[in-house]
């Protein structure tokens, strides 16, 4: 062993090679091929030809499309960040007081939605929100509330909500899942050493067990911001931007640009700056986190 | 007891009520949707998206699912998603794990320019990969074959895993890994006996996204494949697909059994969890 | 821990390496195909297997291996096939210039031999319909024209004994639907195709001519001129009129064919393709005796008459040109040309290419159909929809949405359909 064990250079070649390997060869290479078609007007296909910086120039000042699908992602990022994983921590930590038993079925019930498959969640979504036959129009009516039953996934007031939520609904699950996982490391002790000296319920949390769990929180806070930048089936399969763009998200307007409207270097362009506009989200992320730990 | 005491053992037995109504309002919720799945697999295609509102079927086509299953290609397509998977999330995780520790515990100089690396393959959309990766793949015959589709699985899901095992590598302490050292333990002794059960939530974590993940996965699966030995589960409802009018019953048939072992896989590992909880225990 | 590696990678490359080492019976020719008809067991996919077991039976050592998937899947899969040089070696396509033209261009797709195919029975347009630059490059296999299927019944329970053969007798018939609590008409709005041919068919009955969309795309007229103005008030007058589904922008294809189906809506929107419904066993034996067609209305001072046609020659099949087996692919298109229309019509399932007899057990909705058909004065081609660039499509599409969704004004709509005809022109160069 060399003086420092954590410094062995075979050891860590060994740990880093193998992913960055698969990383490089899956992702890395098609990011540069990425980059090299966003600098020309390809179509996916067939003869190109290179336009420099044209397809750059053009989304940033010609694209109203781009700035509304980027706008709506950042409110996603923001109910994600602000309504979905509070309300998930709170019954990940009322799961993991309950018994065994009852927190093993519960935390299964949780997790349904999460292990089915995007069509489902979008068709059903689509019915639940249909303005003439869906339920959710169905019991308002039966209420007496008419009024507000309206045409939820097209009618402009109302779309956007609607798509934000069916997203949070759907990722619920698996925030529920992280959190219980996260919430399962803290020491049995840290908690006792807190309730013992007379603290209430929620000062264990917020005081003792939220700090504890930070880098978990961090590390759902990026991934809450990755997987909102990447949502595409559910908006896809609901209103697939519509009505006009009030519901475009990056992911989808990238991908309707790239494969449907056949301008792949367009496209391609987008991807760069989706990538570039991730790693800066990420990076403020870590900076935020980091800086409140202290 | 004392009028306030017995105001608070009153409050504390509504709030435990209210606790539980709000429990069972999610549970609810969670579990509409399998139910509307149920129901809506159980109708003729035709009576889909109208007014079929939660109602038993006067006629529950149980034939779909039987329909599902021999002509959906259940077996086949199965088959090659649970080697598929399962190869894609054993290769995902154990590489993630080695990079997860290297980047929290060990010191190395291209430590950041490593983890600017994960944090790109992170951010990379999959649409922008497909024809690039389609025509590099290509030029190593890895195109229709298992291995060209496990090779991306395990990249897509690599930095994620990674990024859960180092906040998770972030909060153990060193104690027993510096004990293990100083006894004169191997590396993959230490990792594998020491650290691994350590962190057995992460890894838990980790498996069950990675796997379904890729369970339910369609978009690489249709690029990169070709032949319907090779297809994966979430293809069974393409069968079902027409040109104008599709067996959409059917295809919810399918959707449902696809979900059975997503759900049982769950199952299996999150019954893990609960053993991480006692191992940060160290007596100092 | 390395032992588990090995095994894993071990277990990894068995897929790989044991495909390699069987040694199989290979047929003598492996014909490799593709289409958008993922459904092998009913209606045009049924057709396709039946056609292909005839002719493998016709061509002993021939298998055929055909990929499928549904309509935007397959039509990415060709494109990434195109430029990586694998493309199937026969595979269904359309004729529309927006997905033909490209894969003309590029060179990959083979002309064909128009001698081979006058004689059987191809409808006029339809040919030339898949002909660019005087060569022929596909055989068309579908006609498709535009019209208004509805339901006989819920018609007779409305109280309404006429069908309506102007716009303003068709929004006359609106309120009657909804005191019965049924839609009166229903279409796909999610996709923006069927409202643009709409628009299109709104154009010319207003102006009398035909072909103005294309006209515009060749930019010999302008978007922005009378016609298409009116048109577009006439389009969004349609949508706000209440006439469709409620939630019509984000209702998609099944939704609205199914609305009708269940006898929840009185008509529905769409073309010919779908004259299946009257033989469709998903829906009720009530409304397959129910379903027939009547044509798209004209309008009250418009220039033209209901015998204006929207009709074009959507699908059709072309030939990879990188083949290696291009005198059977060409036997083979032949031999489908030939057996399509009468298993197609035989089956109810589409309108072919070529000229069908009518027979005594047709649905009532196919007779309908083909004497639309027959009795029409001119027809219209492609679509503007599809007559241009995709990015045209595009710009198209999402213009058509905001229209419908009332989020701008015609006058606004026209412009902006204008300056994409000008960006798609501005390209071709």
């Known amino acids: 062993m060399p003086a420092d064990p954590t410094r062995s250079r075979v050891t860590i070649a060994l740990l880093v090679v193998p992913g960055l390997a698969v990383i490089a060869f899956s992702l890395i290479v098609p990011l540069g091929l990425s980059v090299y078609y966003s600098f020309t007007d390809s179509a996916g296909f067939g003869e190109f030809q290179n336009v420099g910086f044209d397809n750059y120039k053009t989304i940033l000042t010609d694209d109203p499309e781009f700035w509304r699908s980027l706008r709506n992602v950042m409110l996603l990022i923001v109910a994600t960040i602000f309504i979905q994983n509070p309300i998930a921590f709170v019954l990940a930590a009322v799961l993991s007081r309950l018994s065994a038993r009852l927190s093993q079925i519960l935390r299964t019930i949780y997790f349904v939605p999460a292990v089915l498959s995007l069509v489902i969640v979008a068709k059903l979504w689509v019915d639940v929100f249909n303005p003439t036959f869906g339920i959710l129009n169905k019991l308002l009516r039966a209420v007496g509330l008419d009024a507000i039953a309206m045409s939820w996934l097209s009618d402009p007031r109302t779309a956007l909500p609607a798509v934000i939520w069916i997203i949070l609904w759907q990722g619920f699950g698996w925030a529920v899942f992280f959190f219980y996982a996260g919430l399962m490391t803290v020491p049995r002790d840290l908690e006792e050493a807190a309730r013992v000296d007379g603290a209430s319920w929620f000062q264990v949390y917020v005081r003792v067990i939220i ?80 800086a409140r730990l202290r | ?12 037995r509504v709030g435990m009520a209210a606790l539980h109504v709000v429990l069972v309002f999610f549970a609810l919720s969670q579990l509409f949707p399998l139910l509307w799945v149920l129901l809506y697999s159980l109708q003729k295609s035709g009576d889909l998206f109208g007014d079929a509102l939660l109602s038993l079927p006067h006629d529950p086509q149980w034939a779909n699912y039987t329909r599902a299953f021999t002509e959906g290609g259940m077996v086949s397509y199965g088959l090659n998603s649970l080697i598929i998977v399962t190869i894609s999330t054993a290769l995902s995780t154990v590489f993630s794990f080695c990079m997860g520790y290297a980047v929290a515990r060990m010191t190395w100089r291209l430590k950041r320019l490593a983890f600017a690396a994960i944090t790109l393959g992170m951010v990379v959309p999959i649409h922008a990969t497909l024809l690039p990766n389609f025509l590099w793949y290509n030029l190593f015959g890895l195109i229709d074959t298992r291995i060209g589709l496990i090779i991306p699985y395990v990249a897509f899901t690599l930095s994620f895993n990674t990024l859960i095992y180092i906040g998770h590598f972030q909060n153990l302490p060193n104690a027993l890994e510096e004990a293990a050292l100083l006894d004169g333990a191997s590396w993959p002794r230490i990792l594998w006996s020491v650290v691994a059960p350590l962190a057995r939530p992460a890894t838990v974590t980790v498996a069950v996204m990675t796997s379904l993940t890729n369970w339910n996965e369609f978009i690489m699966a249709n690029t990169y494949l070709a032949s319907d030995e090779l297809r994966t589960l979430p293809f069974s409802i393409i069968r079902f697909q027409g040109l104008y009018s599709s067996d959409y019953a059917t295809q919810f048939a399918c959707m449902l059994i696809v979900a059975v072992p997503a759900l049982a896989l769950y199952l299996f590992f999150s019954k893990h969890i609960m053993a991480g909880a006692t191992a940060g225990a160290v007596k100092e | 821990m390395k032992t588990t590696a090995f095994l894993v990678f071990a277990l990894a490359i068995c897929p790989v390496i044991r495909p390699v080492l069987r040694a199989d019976a290979q047929p003598k020719v492996t014909m490799k195909m593709g289409d958008n008809l993922p459904d092998r067991n009913n209606t045009w996919g049924a057709i396709n297997e039946q056609i292909n077991n005839e002719f493998k039976a016709a061509h002993p050592g021939t298998e055929i291996v055909t990929e499928s998937y549904l309509d935007q899947p397959y039509q990415q899969k060709i494109k990434i096939y195109a ?160 006439l469709f589904q409620e939630d019509l922008m984000v209702s998609d294809y099944g939704a609205a064919r199914n609305l009708f189906g269940q006898g929840k809506a009185a008509m529905y929107l769409m073309g010919s393709w779908e004259l299946g419904l009257g033989a469709d066993k998903g829906f009720s034996a009530e409304f397959r005796d129910n379903v027939d067609a009547f044509k798209f209305p004209t309008l009250k001072n418009g220039k033209g008459n209901a015998d204006d ?62 004497k639309i058909v027959s009795e029409a004065k001119a027809t219209s081609g492609t679509p503007a929809n599809d007559l241009s660039t995709p990015r045209f499509k595009d710009d198209n599409e999402n213009a058509i949405r905001e229209l419908c969704s009332g989020l701008i004004t015609p006058e606004v709509f026209v412009k902006k359909l204008d300056a994409a005809a000008e960006k798609a022109a501005a390209a071709k160069k």
């Open chain 1, 211 to 290: 700090p504890y769990l930070f880098p978990v929180l961090s590390t759902v806070v990026v991934i809450d911001v990755i997987s909102s930048m990447k949502q595409m089936e559910l908006i896809y399969l609901t209103t697939a931007g519509a009505p006009g763009q009030l519901t475009q998200f990056l992911s989808v307007y990238l991908y309707q640009k790239a494969f449907v409207a056949g301008e792949y270097g367009y496209g391609n362009a987008l991807s760069v700056l989706f990538v570039v506009i991730s790693v800066g989200f990420t990076l403020v992320v870590q900076r935020v986190m980091r």
């Open chain 2, 1 to 12: 007891m004392t009028p306030r005491a017995r105001r608070h053992v009153a409050s504390r």
């Open chain 3, 83 to 242: 430029t990586a040089k694998q493309l199937p070696e026969v595979f269904k396509y359309w004729s529309f210039t927006s997905l033909l033209k490209p894969l003309i261009n590029g060179g990959f797709v083979a002309p064909l031999d128009r001698a081979d195919y006058e004689g059987l029975g191809y409808l006029p347009g339809a040919l030339d319909s898949n002909t660019y630059g005087g060569k022929l490059y596909g055989i068309p296999v579908s006609a498709d024209t535009w019209v208004i299927y509805y339901n006989k019944k819920l018609f007779k329970d409305a109280g309404i004994d006429k069908l309506p053969t102007t716009l303003d007798e068709l929004y006359a018939l609106v309120p009657k639907f909804k005191a019965k609590g049924i839609i009166p008409m229903t279409t796909d709005g999610k996709d923006a195709w069927p409202l643009s041919i709409t628009f299109d068919l709104l154009t010319w009955r207003i102006a009398g001519e035909r072909g103005l969309p294309a006209k515009a795309l060749d930019r010999k007229i302008k978007f922005t001129d009378a016609p298409f103005v009116q048109a577009a008030h006439e389009l969004q007058q349609l949508v706000k009129s209440g």
């Open chain 3, 309 to 370: 046609l929207m009709a074009w020659f959507g699908g059709n099949y072309v030939i990879s040109a990188a083949t290696k087996n291009m005198a059977l692919d060409k036997q083979y298109l032949q031999f489908y040309a030939k057996r399509f229309p009468e298993i197609a019509w035989e089956k109810q399932v589409t309108l072919p290419a070529q000229t069908v007899k009518a027979r005594p057990n047709d649905t009532v909705v196919a007779k309908t159909i083909l």
